[in-house]
């Protein structure tokens, strides 16, 4: 059984920095990649960055780049999002994904794969 568990949202101010991290426990192994999703009220859940650990490879949509940055440690199945110059809209719950596999669009991930509960991130104007 993996476990992801994420920390570090909470309720910050426009154009603030918020750091989460996601931490995998439990029955780990090495991931191919890890990813943030975030799904905010009434809306699906959207891809936000990936990281894949064998060649450093990143991906970002397009709302976050240049403002979050994805970064971790494959040793230790663990990944961090440093969000900067936060905006309302980025307010939601942010997800982390592992997989296992190798998909060839670095923002799919399937519902098979290991997520996480979320962390409410929050951003008042």
């Known amino acids: 059984q993996v476990q992801l568990v994420e920390s570090g949202g909470g309720l910050v101010q426009a154009g603030g920095s918020l750091r989460l991290s996601c931490a995998a426990s439990?029955?780990?192994?090495?991931?191919?990649?890890m990813a943030w999703f975030r799904q905010a009220p009434g809306k699906e859940r959207e891809f936000v960055a990936a990281?894949?650990?064998?060649?450093?490879?990143?991906g970002y949509a397009d709302s976050v780049k240049g403002r979050f940055t994805i970064s971790g440690d494959n040793a230790k199945n663990t990944v961090y999002l440093q969000m900067n110059s936060l905006k309302p809209d980025d307010t939601a719950v942010y997800y982390c994904?592992?997989?296992?596999?190798?998909?060839?669009?670095?923002?799919?991930?399937?519902?098979?794969?290991?997520w996480g509960q979320g962390t409410q991130v929050t951003v008042s104007s």
């Open positions: 990281i894949r650990w064998r060649d450093g490879s990143t």
């Open positions: 994904a592992a997989t296992k596999l190798y998909y060839s669009d670095i923002s799919y991930y399937s519902r098979d794969d290991y």
């Open positions: 439990g029955r780990t192994f090495r991931f191919y990649a």
